[in-house]
């Protein structure tokens, strides 16, 4: 059995999809749907069961999986860069995983891979190597980041990263990220305001290094992401803290621009107040 957590997010659910394409169907997702339009993202899934992601930690800890399973991807986590309850977000991205790797790790044959983040880099002062040395050293600017550098670091201090992959994903954009509301990708906000409005809002800079619209980040295609990802099960002997970008940042106007070139528009940005928190 493969265990996908967050399988019913954006990421989450798209490795489900290229794992069915790869003849895998013995899969258990593990989400919380809540309220929110992630069910729809499992309709064109197929997979042998759901569990929400509560009573599956329960479950793992009573020592249901113990056996059976050869992979997990842990994907599942609060993803909101602007989340402001600290304990919420150490519950469910720190202490959530920090519980449920032991279950899996050094088991013979059990894979485990599981979502870090970009935003661990912070400003990007240090650069942007996913070499060990330089991962202490890192400061998040927000406390998703920090929830994720946290359990980086404890995977270090205690040796579990010698046997898993965190994986460090960039600017992911593409299928299934409709329920995210603000949170989703520059990317899919810039292609439904011009095809809609015929105009991309995009923030303005507050940096005076910077012009509107010359931020730059590593913009990554959800599927480039997952064959990324689902590259690693082959590489068992493969373990630590890794990149998933293409190491190419380009500007939001050259997104922007990429999009009214795609809709046959012509270019009409706006540039628009940053809500605050999101300097």
């Given at each position: 059995?493969?265990?996908?957590?967050?399988?019913?997010g954006?990421?989450g659910?798209?490795?489900?999809?290229?794992?069915?394409?790869?003849?895998?169907?013995?899969?258990?997702i593990?989400?919380?749907?809540?309220?929110?339009?992630?069910?729809?993202?499992?309709?064109?899934?197929?997979?042998?069961d759901f569990?929400?992601?509560?009573?599956?930690?329960?479950?793992?800890?009573?020592?249901?999986?113990?056996?059976?399973v050869?992979?997990?991807?842990?994907?599942?986590?609060?993803s909101?860069?602007?989340?402001?309850?600290?304990?919420?977000?150490?519950?469910?991205?720190f202490?959530?995983?920090?519980r449920?790797?032991p279950?899996?790790?050094g088991?013979k044959?059990v894979?485990f891979i599981?979502a870090?983040?970009?935003?661990?880099?912070?400003s990007g002062?240090?650069g942007?190597?996913?070499?060990?040395?330089?991962?202490?050293?890192?400061?998040?600017?927000?406390?998703?980041?920090?929830?994720?550098?946290?359990?980086d670091?404890?995977?270090?201090?205690?040796?579990v990263?010698d046997?898993?992959?965190g994986?460090?994903y960039?600017?992911?954009?593409?299928?299934?990220?409709?329920?995210?509301?603000?949170?989703?990708?520059?990317?899919?906000?810039?292609?439904?305001q011009?095809?809609m409005d015929?105009?991309?809002?995009?923030?303005?800079?507050?940096?005076?290094?910077?012009?509107?619209?010359?931020?730059?980040?590593?913009?990554?295609?959800?599927?480039?992401?997952?064959?990324?990802t689902?590259?690693?099960?082959?590489r068992?002997?493969?373990n630590?803290?890794?990149?998933?970008?293409?190491?190419?940042?380009?500007t939001?106007?050259d997104l922007?621009?990429?999009?009214?070139?795609?809709?046959?528009?012509?270019p009409?940005?706006?540039?628009?107040?940053?809500?605050?928190g999101?300097?």
């Amino acid at each position: 059995m493969i265990i996908v957590t967050g399988g019913a997010g954006f990421i989450g659910a798209n490795i489900v999809k290229a794992l069915n394409e790869m003849g895998e169907e013995n899969i258990l997702i593990v989400d919380h749907l809540g309220q929110t339009e992630k069910w729809k993202n499992l309709v064109d899934l197929n997979y042998t069961d759901f569990e929400d992601k509560g009573r599956f930690l329960e479950k793992v800890e009573q020592g249901v999986f113990d056996h059976g399973v050869w992979a997990v991807f842990h994907m599942g986590a609060c993803s909101s860069t602007t989340e402001m309850d600290a304990d919420y977000l150490m519950s469910n991205n720190f202490n959530y995983t920090k519980r449920l790797a032991p279950a899996f790790v050094g088991k013979k044959g059990v894979r485990f891979i599981y979502a870090s983040s970009a935003a661990t880099y912070g400003s990007g002062e240090l650069g942007y190597s996913d070499d060990h040395e330089t991962s202490p050293n890192l400061r998040p600017l927000n406390m998703y980041g920090y929830s994720k550098q946290l359990f980086d670091m404890w995977a270090m201090r205690t040796k579990v990263l010698d046997h898993v992959v965190g994986l460090k994903y960039f600017n992911v954009f593409g299928p299934n990220e409709y329920h995210k509301g603000d949170m989703r990708s520059v990317a899919i906000r810039a292609y439904f305001q011009a095809k809609m409005d015929g105009r991309v809002r995009l923030f303005k800079s507050y940096r005076p290094d910077y012009n509107h619209g010359e931020q730059m980040r590593d913009f990554i295609y959800v599927k480039d992401a997952v064959a990324i990802t689902l590259a690693f099960l082959e590489r068992p002997e493969v373990n630590g803290l890794f990149n998933v970008g293409t190491g190419n940042p380009r500007t939001f106007n050259d997104l922007a621009s990429s999009v009214f070139n795609a809709l046959n528009t012509p270019p009409d940005i706006e540039y628009i107040e940053m809500p605050p928190g999101l300097e």
